[in-house]
T-cell receptor, first 115, second 112 residues
Framework: KAGVTQTPRYLIKTRGQQVTLSCSPISGHRSVSWYQQTPGQGLQFLFEYFSETQRNKGNFPGRFSGRQFSNSRSEMNVSTLELGDSALYLC??????????????FGSGTRLTVV | ELKVEQNPLFLSMQEGKNYTIYCNYSTTSDRLYWYRQDPGKSLESLFVLLSNGAVKQEGRLMASLDTKARLSTLHITAAVHDLSATYFCAVHSGGGADGLTFGKGTHLIIQP
């Protein structure tokens, strides 16, 4: 079955712009979570969506936002880009059943460069 | 606040040798994950450890979990060059709806 699909793979944006990243989870998975990976801070949790609702949010400023659609596809948006937002953004798809998480499958990521 | 510490952060070893990567976490968690990441690539799931005393093996890699000590180990047996990668452990606290907290990763280089 198809894995987790993230688009685009690479992006170059200018400071002050905004960007939208997309993630399509594995079919049947209703949970999508987002992570930021940088050399300095490592892997950090951004937020998780389940059935179109944000369930939890990491410690990131309000410039980072997301949403999930009825088909479970998710988007994250970063507004007013800063140089420090340059990172690999990873999305993870997971299957939840009766309160049990069956693990996370990660997409290939979107490499964002802010210049 | 949940903290996850891995050590070592960098490891260079020769093929054929054995070594262990350690992962300590600061608060109670109901499961622990190990991932592998190759340069420029995404995270590949290696193991999910669900209970105290859990041990899982896949090829030359074996992972174990001691929930009382809040410690997991990833043991590499008779290392081969193809195992060169960065290895991450990750934990989430009970319920799992608060995202994963990752260690900083262990950059493993295996030299012929």
């Amino acid at each position: 079955k198809a894995g987790v699909t993230q688009t685009p793979r690479y992006l170059i944006k200018t400071r002050g712009q905004q960007v939208t990243l997309s993630c399509s989870p594995i079919s049947g998975h209703r949970s999508v979570s987002w992570y930021q990976q940088t050399p300095g801070q490592g892997l950090q949790f951004l937020f998780e969506y389940f059935s179109e609702t944000q369930r939890n949010k990491g410690n990131f400023p309000g410039r980072f936002s997301g949403r999930q659609f009825s088909n479970s596809r998710s988007e994250m948006n970063v507004s007013t880009l800063e140089l420090g937002d340059s990172a690999l953004y990873l999305c993870a798809s997971s299957l939840w059943d009766r309160g049990f998480n069956y693990g996370y499958t990660f997409g290939s990521g979107t490499r964002l460069t802010v210049v | 606040e949940l903290k996850v510490e891995q050590n070592p952060l960098f490891l260079s070893m020769q093929e054929g040798k054995n070594y262990t990567i350690y992962c300590n976490y600061s608060t109670t968690s109901d499961r622990l994950y190990w991932y592998r990441q190759d340069p420029g690539k995404s995270l590949e799931s290696l193991f999910v450890l669900l209970s105290n005393g859990a041990v899982k093996q896949e090829g030359r890699l074996m992972a174990s979990l001691d929930t009382k000590a809040r410690l997991s180990t990833l043991h590499i047996t008779a290392a081969v060059h193809d195992l060169s990668a960065t290895y991450f452990c990750a934990v989430h606290s009970g319920g799992g709806a608060d995202g994963l907290t990752f260690g900083k990763g262990t950059h493993l280089i295996i030299q012929p």
